[in-house]
């Protein structure tokens, strides 16, 4: 089956510490993105990459690092510089515009919390 | 800049139908989308317009008109499982991201 996996689906942060989400497709879709979600709100982009090696800044990537070296895979670490990391994190994927409308797909989603 | 609006929530009785408004300016149009979340979950696609009109898929159907930057989501013969969030999102002019509105909470009451 092809889809989006994001592991883990909770995550803990101590004070100081990095941490790292993943986020992994084997739909063979060329752009990958990160959003971030508070409760009640919608979605913010972190960061998104259009195509291996490259990546770009969202509308909040302040304290927040992404790689991607694989095709299928695009990690997103949350520095200790992200002062208030609490939310839901949403990995997705899409292809490019063909003019046909290709949605995004979602993985599940990891929710971190800061102890 | 890019903008999306929707109300934040609404309320509608088991077996009516309800539509949720979204208007959008944003720096360019590849289309808009409506995502469907429950909570605690990851969004869902539901319906995807690039060209002005209505689309419809079963009990849900989605209008847009492009010169009024304007779209909405109906849904017919509402279920309890309906209640959830409804995201509208447009694919920008590049078609490089999707700008996403801030949801509507949709509340069905038996």
């Known amino acids: 089956d092809g889809g989006i996996t994001q592991s883990p689906k909770y995550l803990f942060r101590k004070e100081g510490q990095n941490v790292t989400l993943s986020c992994e497709q084997n739909?063979?879709?060329?752009?990958m993105y990160w959003y971030r979600q508070d409760p009640g709100q919608g979605l913010r982009l972190i960061y998104y990459?259009?195509?291996?090696?490259?990546?770009q800044k969202g509308d909040i990537a302040e304290g927040y690092s992404v790689s991607r070296e694989k095709k299928e895979s695009f990690p997103l670490t949350v520095t200790s510089a992200q002062k208030n990391p609490t939310a839901f994190y949403l990995c997705?994927?899409?292809?490019?515009?063909?003019?046909?409308?290709?949605?995004?797909?979602f993985g599940p989603g990891t929710r971190l919390l800061v102890l | 800049g890019q903008n999306i609006d929707q109300p934040t929530e609404m309320t509608a009785t088991e077996g009516a139908i309800v539509q949720i408004n979204c208007t959008y300016q944003t720096s360019g149009f590849n289309g808009l989308f409506w995502y469907q979340q429950h909570a605690g979950e990851a969004p869902t696609f539901l319906s995807y317009?690039?060209?002005?009109g209505l689309e419809e898929k079963g009990r849900f159907s989605s209008f847009l008109s492009r010169s009024k930057g304007y779209s909405y989501l109906l849904l017919k013969e509402l279920q309890m499982k309906d209640s959830a969030s409804y995201l509208c999102?447009?694919?920008?002019?590049?078609?490089?991201?999707?700008?996403f509105g801030p949801g509507t909470r949709l509340s069905v009451l038996p």
């Open positions: 990459s259009q195509i291996v090696n490259d990546f």
């Open positions: 997705a994927s899409s292809t490019p515009v063909t003019g046909v409308g290709e949605t995004q797909y």
């Open positions: 317009n690039v060209l002005d």
């Open positions: 999102a447009v694919r920008d002019n590049y078609g490089q991201n999707f700008v």
């Open positions: 739909l063979n879709h060329d752009a």
